[in-house]
């Protein structure tokens, strides 16, 4: 996670980045990371897409005001669904007004392929920018 963030820093910190719109998003062990790194820098992300992940949902009140779309599958053997619905309940309980939850009924740890064989997870996600 640190080096991760050392490389965002860098592309920040160039003045070539709309920092009104900086993004996160990961899938299985990227979707624990991306909770993380809403949790650890919620002023720093304008929306984020984690999928078939889980964060800490005793830290939902720090992020639910970011905008962020959680995606898992029902059936997945690998990540449990039970961390994806316990931060989107977390979520909810601490009034979080762009929150997404899409749980797939019928797809195991693969939530990705089916998100993304969509565009509108890209309308939503690049439609949001950081609120001054």
Known sequence: MA?????LDEYL??????????????????GYGTWNLLMNHPDLFAAAVPMCGAGDPEKAEVIKNIPIWAI????????????????????EKAGATNFRYTELPEV???????AFNTSEIFRWLFSQQKQQ
């Open 3 to 7: 080096a991760a963030m050392a490389l």
């Open 108 to 114: 195991e740890h693969d939530a990705w392929n089916y």
């Open 72 to 91: 898992h599958g029902a059936k997945d053997p690998i990540v449990p669904v039970k961390g994806s619905r316990d931060m989107a309940a977390a979520l």
């Open 13 to 30: 910190e160039s003045g070539k980045v709309d920092t009104d719109r900086v993004y996160a998003g990961g899938i299985s062990m990227g």
